[in-house]
């Protein structure tokens, strides 16, 4: 685990795996690129760094869960990776998130690493620039305590897209020095594109 100041919120980590990924066709979380379930080699990544881990799902995906890792079901329900950012950060109010995507087949500990190091948790959240539209990069993110009751009042607008609150929120928004790491994987070109990545040795 990066140790930070001492005055510094405790970080855990959030596998995002409670999607239906309708484009893809078939379930992202359960994907094995690393040999092992998707949802599981993301948890596994984010070890080093987070002092508790846990996996976003739905209920009905607790029927096959191992049990060597620890679930969390939404609170906040039917609003996608809003409402399980939200249910985390409800969990445990006084820790920070670091908050990834189970769909980042290429991510990887140098990423995560530089984005921990690189942390300001004055701010609402610490996020990456997307190499593909510039935009903030919602998929791997640390949100902050301070940021729960900003996503309330940005919940009580109608407004559930987590990249629009970092667009509109105190976001210190990174560069990214591996731009491949944070390429999301959501169809079966997506995925053709990563596997030619991973065999030829990514990175």
């Given at each position: 685990m990066?140790?930070?100041e001492s005055n510094m919120p405790t970080l855990n980590g959030l596998v995002l795996a409670g999607g239906n990924s309708k484009r893809m066709g078939?379930?992202?979380d359960l994907i094995n690129w690393h040999g092992k379930e998707q949802r599981y080699f993301a948890a596994d990544l984010l070890k080093p760094f987070c002092n508790d881990i846990f996996i976003s799902c739905r209920q009905e995906q607790l029927a096959d869960f191992d049990t060597a890792y620890t679930a969390l079901t939404d609170s906040f329900l039917n609003m996608g990776p809003f409402g399980g950012i939200l249910s985390a950060l409800r969990l445990q109010r006084d820790k920070a998130w670091l908050v990834i995507a189970c769909d980042?087949?290429?991510?990887?500990?140098?990423?995560i690493r530089f984005l921990i190091e690189n942390r300001n948790e004055r701010k609402t959240a610490t996020t990456y620039k997307s190499?593909?539209?510039?935009?903030p990069e919602p998929l791997i993110t640390i949100w902050e305590p301070k940021s729960y009751p900003i996503l309330l009042q940005f919940l009580g607008t109608g407004i559930t897209c987590p990249r629009k609150v970092l667009m509109n929120s105190d976001t210190l928004i990174l560069k990214p020095t591996n731009p491949h790491a944070l390429m999301n994987v959501n169809t079966p070109e997506d995925a053709e594109k990563a596997n030619e990545m991973l065999n030829k040795n990514y990175p």
């Open positions: 990066i140790l930070k078939k379930k992202k980042l087949p290429l991510l990887n500990e140098e990423a190499p593909f539209d510039g935009l």
